[in-house]
């Protein structure tokens, strides 16, 4: 189980952190979204839901039998936008296949949606009538939707660090980061340069 704290949300917007759940897709994968307390942990610590939101997910997956199909939905629904964000950064635009499994997504989900008027007459979509997995899925879905539509897109960045691979909007003004954190991966890479220095030359 895993224990998420505010470390895990340094990508800058909802999907990118939501694709941080796993490490090293290039190298070493490794999931941190295996158990059911695992995807409660995560959309508490995320502070992007309220506490409500957070208890029906809790009492949805509770006694285990929703959690194949919801763990198999939210990783592909992961994989999807991790794809469509790199293939973007990498080639200028999201991959057809990976817009085609986040298509699938949208459009699962979109069918649950409503549109509600705030009190300062601002309309959003509203997720409250939907599946107890749809109102964690869906709000991670749109972000990615609206981030592949916006400007914001070309400062995505891949940490360089070793077996990491996470993603960020690097907002930085100089548009030079390139670690998810300089506290682990930024120092675990100096660190080894370092020793590399130390080393003798033969
Ligand atoms: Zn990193």
Redesign the pocket.
Known sequence: MTDFGPEHFIGGRLCIDFCNTADGRETRFADTLVEPADAVRWMTASGHWPDGEVAALDAYLADGSAWPRFHATAHDLREAIYHALTSRMRDGQPAAKALAGLAGHYRAMAGQAALITDAGGQTQLDWSGADAATRLLAPIVMDAVALLGEDNAVRLKQ?D?ER?G?LFLDTSKAGRRR???MA??GNVSKARRHAARKQPAR
């Open positions: 940490c660090g990491c996470w670690w998810c954190d682990t991966c």
